[in-house]
Antibody, heavy 120, light 112 residues
Framework: QVQLQESGPGQVKPSQTLSLTCTVS??????????WNWIRQPAGKGLEWLGR???????GYNPSLRSRVTISRDTSKNQFSLNLNSVTAADTAVYYC????????????WGQGTLVTVSS | DFVVTQSPDSLAVSLGERATINCKSS????????????LAWYQQKPGQPPKLLIY???TRESGVPDRFSGSGSGTDFTLTISSLQAEDVAVYYC?????????FGPGTKVDI
């Protein structure tokens, strides 16, 4: 059973960089026909897809955030990460990591989510 | 970007009755080479991550009760809950995964 767990600071100051890590268990992030996503959800609002990293290492981003977002991975730790720079209050949200299947559903396994608040 | 809309914004259904949620994607999400619609449905309850219900527009995820069904093709899709149960109270989202950035609909809140 694949499990994902987000971790990182719960509060970030405006203009600084938000950094989160997703630790995956029950499957390797560098094998199989999978990709690994970041998605966020402001309180009481809808879902926004931020980007993904394939098992091959190729990366895709949401153009609306392209200049501020970076996704990377550490295969030795079976983790992938999100960096979002120059944050503002608008980046306050629950951040989720989720698995996608190249030949199946886009997000079949999700982490529980972590709330990040941008505040001084 | 693909624009995904949903209707209604919310609906109240009696226990045991049918609930129907509509989703539109512009442009369409039917990939001609494999004849698959890149459209998924999720259920989200408060304090929980979304749960995948349906993908390829009509394929039910393993373990999802068969009262949930998806239909449609191209630009117009429907999620049907055939007999609403108390545990189905939630917000439902559709999502296109035909092209990045993947985009979600705004959600439909289902109440009893």
């Amino acid at each position: 059973q694949v499990q994902l767990q987000e971790s990182g600071p719960g509060q970030v100051k405006p203009s600084q960089t938000l950094s989160l890590t997703c630790t995956v268990s029950g499957g390797s992030i560098s094998s199989g026909d999978y990709y690994w996503n970041w998605i966020r959800q402001p309180a009481g609002k809808g879902l926004e897809w931020l980007g993904r990293i394939y098992s091959s290492g190729s990366i895709g981003y949401n153009p609306s955030l392209r200049s501020r977002v970076t996704i990377s991975r550490d295969t030795s730790k079976n983790q992938f990460s999100l960096n979002l720079n120059s944050v503002t209050a608008a980046d306050t949200a629950v951040y989720y990591c989720a698995r996608g299947n190249t030949y199946g559903p886009p997000h079949d396994y999700w982490g529980q989510g972590t709330l990040v608040t941008v505040s001084s | 970007d693909f624009v995904v809309t949903q209707s209604p914004d919310s609906l109240a259904v009696s226990l045991g009755e049918r609930a129907t949620i509509n989703c539109k994607s512009s442009p369409g999400v039917l990939y001609d080479s494999n004849n698959k619609n890149y459209l998924a449905w999720y259920q989200q309850k408060p304090g929980q991550p979304p749960k995948l219900l349906i993908y390829w527009a009509s394929t039910r995820e393993s373990g999802v009760p068969d009262r949930f069904s998806g239909s449609g093709s191209g630009t117009d899709f429907t999620l049907t809950i055939s007999s609403l149960q108390a545990e189905d109270v939630a917000v439902y989202y559709c999502q296109q995964y035909y092209s990045i950035p993947f985009t979600f609909g705004p959600g439909t809140k289902v109440d009893i």
